[in-house]
Nanobody
Framework: QVQLVESGGGLVQAGGSLRLSCAAS????????MGWFRQAPGKDRAFVSAINWIGGTAYADSVKGRFTISRDNAKNTVTLQMNSLKPEDTAVYFC???????????????????WGQGTQVTVSS
């Protein structure tokens, strides 16, 4: 059974940084694509970033140049480093994993099989 647990959310002022971590069990993070999504109040869940099984990365245009996704195979974790945060980055952030054969990253929610419970990120102006 795959379980994903996010941590690292919190309250930060605009321009600040946060580092989100996703700890995986039941699945090695290098065996399938992993992604980060976010959901603001009243909005649909949206793609933020993803990393494929060989380390290729992708970012939403809104976070490109500010966020960095990385993977630690030894710790079986995926991390999202968020810099230069803006109030519009405020959302619940979810870690997600594709299924067993999903090695390529995807921007679509429905392509991810496993989800964490989410962690709140609030950026004050």
């Amino acid at each position: 059974q795959v379980q994903l647990v996010e941590s690292g959310g919190g309250l930060v002022q605009a321009g600040g940084s946060l580092r989100l971590s996703c700890a995986a069990s039941g699945r090695t993070v290098s065996s399938a694509a992993m992604g980060w999504f976010r959901q603001a109040p009243g909005k649909d869940r949206a793609f933020v970033s993803a990393i494929n099984w060989i380390g290729g990365t992708a970012y939403a245009d809104s976070v490109k140049g500010r966020f960095t996704i990385s993977r630690d195979n030894a710790k079986n974790t995926v991390t999202l480093q968020m810099n230069s945060l803006k109030p519009e980055d405020t959302a619940v952030y979810f870690c997600a994993s594709r299924g067993k054969f999903g090695r390529s990253w995807s921007i679509y929610v429905h392509d991810y099989e496993h989800w964490g419970q989410g962690t709140q990120v609030t950026v004050s102006s």
